[in-house]
């Protein structure tokens, strides 16, 4: 009985959001008022996040037979994951009312995914990763075809649903062959019995390569990035948003349980994986990203340079690179967020705001949307004083630490190669003449938010140590 208590105590956060769910799937059927669906949902979070807070430790708890872990990098990484879901409800509101797709499956399915995501960040057993995997993706793959009567949106569904099974075939075929070789499922134990097994023997690697091959899909890494520019672009703006940001916390969960926790003893091997990738995907993603006119394709790339950037991190092996990787991809959350909630916040009703045309002449209709914009640019740039440099700074610092000199140098090269496009849509907004003279109308908690989350990004450039203190905590106290 006790053990049962324990389980349920351990992974209440996830059991309050898969009963929340279910209510806000079985309120949308009846409700009148879409506001009530709105507001449930972010009651879930913020009560999700009110347990994961009240129920932290400093210690690790484990549940199901040992499938689930409850440590610091976990509750960090929730409370991001939850904080980030948020806002983004806040951002998408109106977005989906004018285009009438604002009903009880969107919420149910989002908050669906946010506890796949938990799973994922509380996984110790592969099957408990993988389990939390598929929920999300599921819930993704559905999301993106949401608008039923937009041709390309159900085109960019089937590319993603397509891509998306083949990549986790390839991650569970990995996960299969290392399952074979040590006998055990569970990370603490594949650890144990890697120790004692020849780290060479090629029925290991083969499952390392498949299971880095899933990983780099779900992140949009180089070669696996086929997908993230039509996904973007097909999905309706409010999706897009959702699959940029927060699933992006949990990839990185997964990468640091399976390579940096289970497959420690073959940090070799995946080290030169990861560093192919980084290089790879940081030229591909910059370069590509220059001859770009829509917006959200842009952003895509740019996605797939970031995540070169955030692979320098993990590919140091280091508990500093560890803790510089998790600083990086919180930064990459709230410039993403930033960045389309601009994209939202100009849109309107038979008008998407996603070419950079639309963009002419901003400063001059609304010098506060201009400079908000501004800013996420600057940061996502990687120009001082913001986030965005700081965040490159320390993956990169650990790159180096790490002995990666050539590819520090390459990567400093090619983010001023990057910083073009984003500065071109500053020079865009403040020196172009406007096309577009439509005044901007948005929520006022729309505005508020929006307004704190890109000030975020110039005051954590100048105040980065709180966050760099919780990204090193939570990685030196659950990978110790």
Not at 305 to 325: D, E, P, Q, R, Y
Not at 424 to 438: G, L, N, S, T, W
Request: hydrophobic content about 55%; aromatic content about 12%; glycine content about 8%.
């Amino acid at each position: 009985m006790d053990s049962i208590q324990t389980d349920i105590l351990t992974a209440l956060p996830e059991l309050t959001v898969l009963t929340m769910a279910m209510v806000v799937l079985l309120t949308g059927l009846s409700a009148k008022n879409n506001f009530i669906l709105y507001a449930l949902a972010q009651f879930t979070l913020f009560i999700a996040a009110y347990i994961t807070l009240s129920t932290h430790s400093s210690g690790v708890g484990y549940a199901f037979s040992s499938m689930f872990v409850d440590d610091t990098l976990a509750d960090v990484l929730k409370l991001m994951i939850l904080t980030g879901s948020a806002i983004m409800f806040v951002y998408t509101r109106q977005y989906m009312q004018l285009r009438n797709i604002y009903c009880g499956e969107y919420y149910a399915l989002v908050l669906f995914a946010v506890l796949g995501m938990m799973i994922m960040v509380s996984g110790q057993s592969m099957l408990s990763i993988y389990m939390g995997l598929e929920l999300l993706s599921l819930c993704l793959y559905t999301l993106v075809a949401l608008d039923r009567d937009n041709p390309k949106s159900s085109e960019a569904a089937m590319k993603y649903f397509v891509l998306g099974a083949l990549a986790s075939g390839m991650l569970l075929y990995g996960m299969s062959m290392i399952y074979g070789m040590t006998g055990s499922i569970n990370i603490s134990e594949i650890t144990s019995a890697l120790q004692d097994t020849n780290p060479k023997n090629p029925v290991l690697i083969l499952g390392l390569v498949f299971i880095v091959a899933g990983l780099a899909f779900k992140f949009g890494a180089v070669p696996f990035q086929m997908w993230v520019p039509d996904v973007y672009q097909g999905s309706p703006t409010s999706i897009t948003m959702l699959i940029g940001s927060v699933p992006k916390l949990a990839a990185y969960a997964i990468a640091i349980r399976l390579l940096a926790q289970g497959l420690q003893p073959l940090t070799e091997d995946w080290q030169d994986m990861l560093l192919i990738m980084a290089v790879l995907s940081i030229a591909i993603g910059n370069v590509t990203a220059i001859a770009q006119s829509n917006l959200k394709r842009m952003f895509a790339y740019s996605t797939i340079s970031h995540v070169g950037f955030l692979m320098f991190g993990l590919m140091s092996g280091t508990l500093n690179g560890f803790a510089s990787s998790m600083f990086y991809i919180s930064a990459y959350v709230l410039m993403t967020l930033a960045g389309f909630g601009m994209i939202l916040l100009l849109s309107r009703k038979g008008f998407e705001a996603e070419n950079l045309k639309d963009l002419k002449g901003l400063s001059q209709r609304s010098p506060w949307a201009a400079l908000l914009m501004l800013i996420t640019m600057f940061s996502m740039a990687g120009v001082p004083p913001t986030i965005g440099f700081y965040a490159k700074f320390t993956v990169l610092q650990s790159a180096l630490q790490a002995g990666n000199i050539w590819a520090v140098v390459f990567a400093v090269l090619m983010a001023v190669v990057g910083a073009f496009y984003y500065l071109r849509i500053v020079k865009i907004m403040y020196f172009d003449e406007p096309e577009d003279f439509a005044t901007i109308s948005a929520p006022m908690d729309m505005k508020i938010i929006l307004s704190i989350n890109a000030f975020a990004l110039l005051a954590l450039g100048l105040m980065p140590q709180s966050l760099l203190n919780v990204c090193g905590n939570a990685i030196a106290r659950s990978l110790q």
